[in-house]
């Protein structure tokens, strides 16, 4: 199983900049893809994730209606569209993917993921 997050940046605060998920060896159509951010000093938290199977996506209230994840199924990969970013965005973001997925719904929580790649730098500031 492997996960690779990209296109992290040095942006500006209100500026817009897509992330990437490219992922590989596992079922992709029955897969939970999650992705998560990591600041100094703070655990890591969930934003955002999709199911494969169902196209449910959640997103927790920080981001809600600034993020957008989705994904190319020929490509196997995940993005999130970050909009009108703030400089507490600033942080690592990484991408997760559960494997064998339970219900329907994915999650946001550390725990509802097996497999995790590196992650990519994202920075807001002026």
């Known amino acids: 199983v492997q996960l690779q997050a990209s296109g992290g940046g040095l942006v500006q605060p209100g500026d817009s900049l897509r992330l990437s998920c490219a992922v590989s060896g596992f079922a992709w159509d029955y897969s939970f893809i999650g992705w998560f951010r990591q600041t100094p000093g703070k655990e890591r938290e969930g934003l955002s994730c999709?199911?494969?199977?169902?196209?449910?996506?959640a997103y927790v209230d920080s981001v809600k209606g600034r993020f957008t994840i989705s994904r190319d199924d020929r490509e196997g990969i995940v993005y999130l569209q970050m909009n009108m970013l703030k400089p507490e965005d600033t942080g690592v973001y990484y991408c997760a993917t559960q494997t064998s997925p339970e219900g329907w719904s994915c999650g946001t929580q550390n725990q509802d993921y097996n497999y995790w790649g590196r992650g990519t730098l994202v920075t807001v500031s002026s």
């Open positions: 999709i199911s494969i199977r169902t196209s449910m996506t």
